[in-house]
């Protein structure tokens, strides 16, 4: 069961919506569900489901549809590296490779100490500032420097 | 109107069609995948790309609105490009391997590609490859890289279904239809999914792999399996039913047929199959020719009615059988001097018997119950039971809205939204019927009349809901279901359910028991002329004559009917399987062939008259129920009920058509000899709990019940005692508990060890065990008094 | 400050780097919520909003260029019921990031942008969908919200008028495909973004089935300056048909990637000296000067062409979203389209046959070529595969994967051939590595190709 908390956040997104129309609420639903768990298991996502009165095939299909969502486990630190072509001119895919090396692990890959998983990014709309990457889908890093990275891998506790 | 000219062809079609209902119009073939008649519009194959004057773009025919002088081209440059370049991307992924398919041979992708596709492929690069998926006991999800992602299956669930159980996750090359986590798909109209999709992604499992669809030969027949009739081709191989599928009829079933339908069939082969006659001698049984067994069949009835007169003998029968069938047993009967027969085995209440105007029937056709726009159905599982009338009437509130009002004995779930519902202890259906009426009258001031009891009822908000909605409807409908049929109070709720349609201008409609109950009421079983199945096991006679009925499973009270039967000189049960539970109590068992080695006639719920021929040869010595009893009837020296065939049974039983509309029978109506109501509570059952009883769909027959497919789905799952939380509070229960269930006193007590289950549907104070089952076959009545203790 | 420069701003003008220049406070005091307040205070009939819109030449700043005046005279007028008004901040396409920039900075502008939109076009209730990957700023937007709720700016009865207005927030969480506004819609309603078949187009069946007009946040964030300053005098900022400033987003080979906010109808050659020219004084090679979907243009055109729709679309090119991508020759072209390619693959929803195919195809044989497996019949292939998704698919995304193929194609179709006759690049690894300017310790020596 997720928490009181996440209910009470739940509440407050299905209120955004008009009446019978809980099921607009399932992406922030997902997105808070995931957020306290770490990612969606498939009884999380059917708990989702429960709560919007919706098919959990439904709820099923919004989680795999839309990328930030994670239908599988990953480290503590997910790691979204955008190595979209604005950003690869300005390093993008390159700071992708570093880390790779870095954390010996490929794309869509979790460290053995189940700490970090990195994965491949999309365009997040901040090409300007590239390299970007996404930690734990809020926290924006720009202009990611071989320097940056390991100054933030060495923040993450 | 508007015009469209289509490859220089000039037509007009309604206002709101699209290009390719204008196609259909004029017989244009249009390619396509995605689109459905019966669906909507999803326009996601791309396939059916045409030319439109002036459009640069060539645009799905499927999707687009056909406007005035618009001019189409299927065939152009531009159109054919299209269409090739959309089946190449279709066929990039699909994996080469028609070969091994099942859908080989009646594949519309396969069929397309001949017309539209290259000797060969272009694309070298790797084929996308797609996990298999679990989906339950009837749709195999094995070779899901042949998916071509069209989503008719995905669309079937959420519109025709009103569930949906597949959904296709991820996106672009990732997209994929699965179930939630390998759930199994539970639908009751899942088989339909098969049909539906155009590629050998969903296929039968009990049919994989068993044949290729060239060698079968396509015959056609009538469900025998629930009021609806639906339309059916019976695919045959080496006389062999091999495969079922709907046969499309608009007015009856459309395109779609129930899984029970569908899936029964591997019964027809089943070893259960009761191939030869046989006879207990002595305590043992043993095969017998067709000639001793209907000589000992028959002395017995002769000596038993010479001996003890008519009414010592009894005949029950399946309320499936054919009319011919049903005719034939009862003008024996007749000429035996008994009135004893019926196939009502489940009702307990014939107080209306003789009453009736004409035969019960569902008030109106099968198609009108699409344009319902306020229906109240009252003491049914209506899913369950009647899924494609439930289908229509989804149908009718997701299209124009209509408004469907239940009283339930338990709150199942329709997958309809509902308008009302007030879900009671069966013992209170007919006071929450009576609220309704009392609504109606209030609402329109009418002052009861000839209504005892009436005075006294609440109406609740629901039921003035109810009223409200009837009352509002141009196209209203009163609909009575099974547990309204099987309820001690099923003579009251009849008066009541006309009274209400006539104060409210709604029609009345009985959902009907199964395949031929209109058939049986019209050839004047339940009339006055006739005993009640009840009457005839309560008093136990010397002979009884099973037809098709395995009574433990179909009778109201299994208790009462194995002990009239266990008391009986001679019990002769025609049967189709060698029914081990009748071992003990019958004397004879004749091999009865089922519908599809038969031919006969089922009249539906609407009145339709439909005639089939058999599809297979019976097997081994078992023969058409009309041949077996014309048999009889001549070595009973009966010589009016000797027939050389089903037809000339089918014009002796009379059954009138209607002039205007010969496809139906005449003398429908739904209508009572004027009497007052009188509604009374019964004395109040202090002792133990309220059953109530449902019969599990695949239950309902000794066809369906014996379907090795149907056997493992949910709909399967052995009666539990189901109770709301309340109620296993107060008996000191815990969900999953092991429980002893009794019915009963004296040599009527009936006991089962059950599970106990937490099921907040089930009214408090009651407690739901399925009947039809050999796990509550120990029990009494499906509706009666019931005490439930830990085991 | 992310706008790093500007020519007669309008949106970004007066925009300070304080940590609160967000605030509704700071907007009143730039003028803000003073359109609005005229508007109501007057009761402006929603008629002559619409007429000055028209007038400013506004058009769509989100891709399409659509004029939006035009777009709002759409919505069915004198009708019952639920009408919606929609901003489209799922600011997604590659190389656009000005949107981010008007949230953080001006939110304000684009929730007063939605109000005077709402009151033109009869809208009850709006919604804000915003990018999931910058999730800071819908948190951002629901401050500002809640500011504007607090000041009576939303919610019933705005500004003590019987003007009622709901505005929400609704997140995105990583499809590309719900910046196309159908999709978008889907999305709100808790669906898979999957673009729905037009017609009907959302002003007649939208949100939940109802009349619903969608815009950029750009878009919106223009509708206050647009009435305060008059149609006529924006429209004369930009060039004819081609009104007002823009903002670009310039990214890539430039020595300060960023916003930019210039008239309509600039040079090119006058955005590019803004952002310092091209890194490190190397040779310019290509742009895509409207974001990802735009068909790319070689140096030597894009250097004489002047940045507004009808300027770019006569080169052979789109505006789009301005959303600038500057290429030097330390460039793969190869690798660039696969990795184009590769997103396309990757974001398209996956509905219908020709995108799902075949972005796939496109990106196949793409890496396969990148991966030096590539045949010369491979050439053709692209381009056929790429002309038989264009103009056949549900959505624009069919058309926006199939034109970086065609375009890539038609200006550097030699440095295909070159690749699959050499098996590499024409542009060496090492060089493409420094080009990037990410410098670690073993630059050149990893891997830089990518498996299929």
Redesign the interface.
Known sequence: MLSEATYQKFAREVA???EG????????C??LAQEERGWLA?ETI?EVAEY?G?????A???A??????DVKPTGRYKLTVC?????????????A??LK?KLGIDFGETTADQKFTLME???????????VL?VN????CARM??AEIDRLLSECA | MLEIEIDGRKTSVREGSTVMDAAQQMNVYIPHFCYHKKLSVAANCRMCLVEVEKAPKPIPACATPVTNGMRVFTHSPLALAAQKSVLEFLLINHPLDCPVCDQGGECLLQDIAVGYGEDSGRCREKKREVAPKEAGALISMREMSRCIHCSRCVRFGQEIAGVMELGMTGRGRHAEITTFLGQSVDSELSGNMIDLCPVGALTSKPFRYTARCWELARRQTISPHDSAGANLVAQVKDGKVLRMLPRENEAVNECWITDKDRFSYPALSSPERLARPMLKQGGVWREALWSEALDYVAHGLKSITAEAGGDAAAALAAPHSTTEELFLLKKIFSRLGSRNVDCRLRQQDFSLDGQRAGASWLGMTLSELRHVDSALIAGSFLRKDHPLMAQRLRHAVQKHGAQISVLSVAADDLRIPLFARETVAPSRLVFALAAVLKAVLEEKAIAPQDQEGLAAVTVSGAARKMAESLLKGENAVILLGQAAEQSADFGVMHRLSARLAEASGARLGFLGAAANSVGAELLGFGGEANTDSRQMLVTPRRAYVLFGVEPELDAYDPRLALRALRSANMVALFTSFRHEAAMEYADALLPLAPFTETSGTLINAEGRIQRFSGVAPPLGDARPGWKILSALGSLLGFADCNFEDSAAVWRAAGIVSRGDAPEFAAGLDNGLRAAPVVLRKRASEERGLERVADVPIYFTDPIARRSAPLRQTADAAPPAARMAGATLARLGLQAEDAVRVRQGDGELAGEANLRAVLDARVPEGCVLISAGHAASASLGGMFDPVFVERA | MAILGAIHPVLTAGLSDREDGWRLAEYEARGGYAALRRILSERIPAEKIIAEIKSSGLRGRGGAGFPTGLKWSFMPRGMDGDKYIICNTDEGEPGTFKDRDLLCHNPHAVIEGMLIGAYAVGANRGYNYIHGEIFALYRRFEDALAEARAAGLLGRNILGTDFSFELFAHHGYGAYICGEETALLESIEGKKGQPRFKPPFPASFGLYGKPTTINNTETFASIPFILNMGGEAYLKLGSPNNGGTKLFSVSGHVERPGNYEVPLGTPFAALLELCGGVRGGRRLKAVIPGGSSSPVLPAEIIMDCALDYDSISKAGSMLGSGAVIVMDETVCMVKALARLSFFYHEESCGQCAPCREGTGWLFDVLARIEAGDGRMEDVETLARVAGNIGGRTICALGDAAAMPVQSFLTHFREEFLYHIAHKTCLVPREVQWAGSGFHCADAGQQRAGRQG
Do not use: Q, W
């Open positions: 955004k919506y008009p129309r809980a099921r607009s609420a399932v992406m922030a997902l997105a498939p059917r919007l919706i098919p959990p095939i439904a099923l299909e919004v795999s549809f839309y990328n930030m969502y190595t979209n072509l604005p950003c690869a001119l300005s390093g993008g895919s390159h700071a490779e570093y090396k990014g999309e365009c997040m709309g901040a090409c300007g500032d590239a390299p996404l889908n809020r926290k924006m420097t071989p």
